[in-house]
């Protein structure tokens, strides 16, 4: 696939993207009822159930770039990507779809500020990639290795302890009759053609790549992210559109904190190392702080995202594309290895 021609790569992507969005669903779907049959509160069911599962293409594309494809900035670069395309258009998009969406305490301050962590970790877990197993030609490559990967996992081990102690305090409702072996049965299913659709964004991005002379780092940041996170966009989309706006913004940051501490990490643990190029990843990430910060203040504001902040996170993400392609023509030169 790697000398496929631009139509059949961007073919590939479509139809990769499509197999996503339709397992994603599915798995989401799952999710949501499993999280109700075992009784987690509302903000649990966003922040950890459906973010894992609606995660999990952009888990299988950090794995599979990584273990397979030996492409640790494709892999890193969809996390990323991912992570600005869910703070900034699914909000955004969920709050037009749905005239409006309330927020409430526990997301603006506990999971935005949470999450916000997760990106000061992940880049910190970078950096030192880069000061103690960097290339020996002193350049800025970041070389993550089994025994760094377990400092996120152990963050996320946190985030998750902070939120089973909501469950404990959580008097859940009934939720009426739940087959749950059927319900495991289709995640499971879901999760093996999820896989499939991902391998197909992958290799698209690879095949953009040499056809076009374009990093694949630039194709994950944008095609292959988008493609991926179009089941978060699916759940909080609908979330939002029942009034559920706490449960939408929860999976929103509840995916990124996922994507960030557990994605990467485990593609580490499958490949033995992953090589990032740190000048790269850096400022992915600081964009990606504006965004939050950006997320963080509309939000914050009255307790909800109305339509006009709405626009507005979807025009910051408009820039961010924009940058993008600036830099893959040589316009701009502020992201080294691009």
Same mark, same amino acid.
């Given at each position: 696939?790697?000398?496929?021609?631009?139509?059949?790569?961007?073919?590939?992507?479509?139809?990769?993207?499509?197999?996503?969005?339709?397992?994603?669903?599915?798995?989401?779907?799952? +999710?949501?009822?499993?999280?109700?049959?075992?009784?987690?509160?509302?903000?649990?069911?966003?922040?950890?159930?459906?973010?894992?599962?609606?995660?999990?293409?952009?888990? &299988?594309?950090?794995?599979? +770039?990584?273990?397979?494809?030996? +492409?640790?900035?494709?892999?890193?670069?969809?996390?990323?990507?991912?992570?600005?395309?869910?703070?900034?258009?699914?909000?955004?998009?969920?709050?037009?779809? *749905?005239?409006?969406?309330?927020?409430?305490?526990?997301?603006?301050?506990?999971?935005?500020?949470?999450?916000?962590?997760?990106?000061?970790?992940?880049?910190?877990? #970078?950096?030192?990639?880069?000061?103690? #197993?960097?290339?020996?030609?002193?350049?800025?490559?970041?070389?993550?290795?089994?025994?760094?990967?377990?400092?996120?996992?152990?963050?996320?081990?946190?985030?998750?302890?902070?939120?089973?102690?909501?469950?404990?305090?959580?008097?859940?409702?009934?939720?009426?009759?739940?087959?749950?072996?059927?319900?495991?049965?289709?995640?499971? *299913?879901?999760?093996?053609?999820?896989?499939?659709?991902?391998?197909?964004?992958?290799?698209?991005?690879?095949?953009?790549?040499?056809?076009?002379?374009?990093?694949?780092?630039?194709?994950?940041?944008?095609?292959?992210?988008?493609?991926?996170?179009?089941?978060?966009?699916?759940?909080?989309?609908?979330?939002?559109?029942?009034?559920?706006?706490?449960?939408?913004?929860?999976?929103?940051?509840? +995916?990124?904190?996922?994507?960030?501490?557990?994605?990467?990490?485990?593609?580490?643990?499958?490949?033995?190392?992953?090589?990032?190029?740190?000048? &790269?990843?850096?400022?992915?990430?600081?964009?990606? @702080?504006?965004? @939050?910060?950006?997320?963080?203040?509309?939000?914050?504001?009255? /307790?909800?995202?109305?339509?006009?902040?709405?626009?507005?996170?979807?025009? /910051?993400?408009?820039?961010?594309?924009?940058?993008?392609?600036?830099?893959?023509?040589?316009?701009?030169?502020?992201?080294? *290895?691009?």
């Amino acid at each position: 696939m790697a000398t496929a021609s631009v139509p059949v790569a961007v073919a590939l992507a479509a139809v990769g993207s499509a197999v996503v969005w339709v397992a994603g669903g599915r798995l989401e779907t799952a +999710s949501e009822r499993l999280g109700a049959y075992y009784g987690f509160p509302p903000v649990v069911q966003g922040a950890v159930i459906a973010a894992v599962g609606s995660s999990f293409p952009e888990l &299988t594309t950090a794995v599979l +770039s990584a273990a397979l494809h030996d +492409s640790g900035n494709l892999g890193v670069g969809a996390i990323v990507g991912s992570a600005i395309f869910n703070i900034l258009v699914i909000p955004g998009w969920s709050a037009l779809r *749905g005239r409006g969406m309330e927020a409430d305490r526990d997301v603006v301050y506990k999971e935005t500020q949470f999450y916000m962590l997760a990106v000061a970790v992940f880049l910190i877990t #970078l950096s030192f990639g880069v000061i103690y #197993l960097g290339s020996a030609d002193g350049g800025l490559t970041a070389t993550l290795t089994r025994p760094l990967a377990l400092v996120p996992l152990a963050l996320y081990g946190v985030y998750v302890f902070i939120q089973h102690q909501d469950v404990t305090d959580y008097d859940a409702p009934d939720p009426g009759p739940v087959d749950a072996g059927r319900q495991w049965l289709l995640l499971a *299913g879901s999760l093996v053609v999820i896989v499939a659709g991902v391998e197909a964004l992958v290799q698209a991005a690879l095949s953009l790549e040499t056809a076009l002379g374009v990093p694949s780092t630039v194709w994950g940041l944008t095609v292959v992210a988008a493609g991926t996170s179009l089941p978060d966009a699916a759940v909080s989309v609908r979330a939002a559109k029942a009034g559920r706006g706490t449960t939408s913004l929860a999976n929103v940051l509840g +995916s990124n904190t996922f994507d960030l501490l557990v994605a990467v990490p485990a593609a580490v643990l499958v490949a033995g190392y992953v090589e990032v190029d740190f000048g &790269t990843a850096v400022p992915m990430l600081a964009f990606l @702080t504006v965004a @939050t910060l950006a997320f963080l203040v509309v939000t914050r504001t009255h /307790l909800e995202l109305t339509r006009s902040e709405a626009a507005g996170l979807l025009a /910051l993400y408009a820039v961010f594309v924009g940058w993008m392609a600036t830099e893959a023509t040589g316009v701009t030169g502020f992201v080294p *290895g691009i």
